[in-house]
């Protein structure tokens, strides 16, 4: 059974009904990663955060079903909903500088996260599950390490700190944001990494929005094309990479890259 099931998913602008996203259905499995790839402003982000039961302020959700682990999302209330978001869906932002308390140190940030869901029925509990996730994260957990502010911390570790912070309560889904934007590209290959191997560890699905296709292709087992605020295209990460169904896939794959390619300056 699919943990996630999105079908007929439509976004529109709420002054004037016109469309954002329309017609968009996909499923994720257990452990499974699908990445939703296009250029901005195709409405990928929004498919992304639609999977929280939120839309941006002057837009709503018009339509469709949104099921996690068969809780239809869209039928709860808003204090409902707001306890399924860190619970059963979570969000690892683009910017991790902009996303965390910038007063609170790090052992708070991500106790606060496990009193509000009430996850550990002791402070001993609680400890334990926070250097849990941080080990799986790849972060120091010593006590000064713990006791640091955000800004005492690299963007990567910034990240990971949100990484920690989005399964700390072990959710079902994890939407994630273009989480790498802002990173090297060596500190960016391990993000990714502890990502995939998280869902696969924990049976985490995964919703990973981005605009960068070669970050997909050792990262989702699926990819959705997105163009105009509809699905192209969407099917097995080297399906779609190697032999894409649509122009429009086929036009993005033609532009990635190829550091071994000779070109002439000016061409």
């Given amino acids: 059974m699919s943990v996630v099931e999105v079908d007929g998913l439509r976004v529109v602008i709420a002054a004037t009904g016109d469309d954002i996203v329309e017609d968009i259905s996909f499923s994720i499995e257990s452990g499974e990663v699908?990445?939703?790839?296009?250029?901005?402003?195709?409405?990928?982000?929004?498919i992304g955060t639609a999977l929280l039961g939120y839309a941006r302020p002057?837009?709503?959700?018009?339509?469709?079903?949104?099921?996690?682990?068969?809780?239809?999302?869209?039928?709860l209330d808003s204090?409902?909903?707001?306890?399924?978001?860190?619970?059963?869906?979570?969000?690892?932002?683009?910017?991790?500088?902009?996303?965390?308390?910038?007063?609170?140190r790090i052992f708070e940030q991500v106790e606060e996260v496990l009193a509000a869901h009430r996850v550990g029925a002791s402070d001993q509990e609680r400890r334990a599950r926070i250097e849990q996730v941080l080990g799986?994260?790849?972060?120091?957990?010593?006590?000064?390490?713990?006791?640091?502010?955000?800004?005492?911390?690299?963007?990567?570790?910034?990240?990971?700190?949100?990484?920690?912070?989005?399964?700390?309560?072990?959710?079902?889904?994890v939407?994630?944001?273009?989480?790498?934007?802002?990173?090297?590209?060596?500190?960016?290959?391990?993000?990714?990494?502890?990502v995939r191997d998280l869902c696969a560890k924990h049976g985490v699905a995964a919703l990973y929005v981005t605009h960068d296709l070669a970050v997909l292709s050792?990262?989702?087992?699926?990819?959705?094309?997105v163009y105009a605020g509809r699905a192209a295209e969407l099917g097995p990460t080297a399906q779609v990479f190697g032999a894409g169904a649509h122009p429009y896939s086929r036009k993005l794959v033609a532009a990635i890259p190829d550091p071994s390619a000779r070109r002439e300056f000016g061409t």
């Fill in 175 to 194: 939407v994630l944001d273009e989480p790498t934007t802002g990173l090297d590209v060596t500190t960016q290959a391990h993000v990714l990494a502890t």
């Fill in 136 to 173: 799986e994260v790849k972060l120091p957990t010593a006590r000064e390490f713990l006791r640091r502010f955000p800004h005492q911390l690299s963007g990567g570790q910034q990240q990971r700190v949100c990484i920690a912070l989005a399964f700390v309560a072990l959710p079902k889904v």
């Fill in 58 to 75: 002057g837009s709503r959700i018009d339509a469709g079903t949104i099921r996690i682990d068969g809780v239809d999302l869209l039928a």
């Fill in 34 to 46: 699908l990445g939703i790839v296009g250029e901005s402003g195709s409405g990928k982000t929004t």
């Fill in 79 to 104: 204090l409902a909903l707001r306890k399924a978001r860190g619970n059963l869906v979570s969000y690892i932002p683009q910017d991790p500088g902009a996303a965390l308390n910038p007063a609170l």
């Fill in 218 to 225: 050792g990262l989702a087992q699926r990819v959705m094309v």
